[in-house]
């Protein structure tokens, strides 16, 4: 199983950016798919997440109404477009997949991607 993310990198505050995770070995449409990001010396924090059809997503309050996640399942591939960046939303940018449990634990998800770095600059 890999999953790989890209279009992380570096933006104005108020800016946008989006990121891409592709996946492959696994049975994608089985998954819940999950944004996580991790700032330095700081926890793995809940981003969003979205179930197998794309019909139930759920967000972090902090990103709620910036960020909007979404899948391709034709495509093995799932999305966060992220607008109206803050400094606070600087971090390596994670996806990740699940099965099971609850949507905002990262110990419930199975595999990760290697991560894509995020900076918002003042």
């Known amino acids: 199983v890999e999953l790989v993310e890209s279009g992380g990198g570096w933006v104005q505050t108020g800016g946008s950016l989006r990121l891409t995770c592709a996946a492959s070995?696994?049975?994608?449409?089985?998954?819940?798919m999950g944004w996580f990001r991790q700032a330095p010396g700081k926890d793995r924090d809940f981003v969003s997440a979205?179930?197998?059809?794309?019909?139930?997503?759920f967000y972090a309050d902090s990103v709620k109404g910036r960020f909007t996640i979404s899948r391709d399942n034709a495509k093995n591939t799932v999305y966060l477009e992220m607008n109206n960046l803050k400094p606070e939303d600087t971090a390596v940018y994670y996806c990740a997949a699940s099965t099971s449990g609850s949507y905002y634990l990262p110990v419930n998800y199975a595999y990760w991607g290697q991560g894509t770095q995020v900076t918002v600059s003042s």
């Open positions: 070995g696994l049975t994608f449409r089985s998954y819940v």
């Open positions: 979205q179930n197998w059809s794309g019909g139930r997503t």
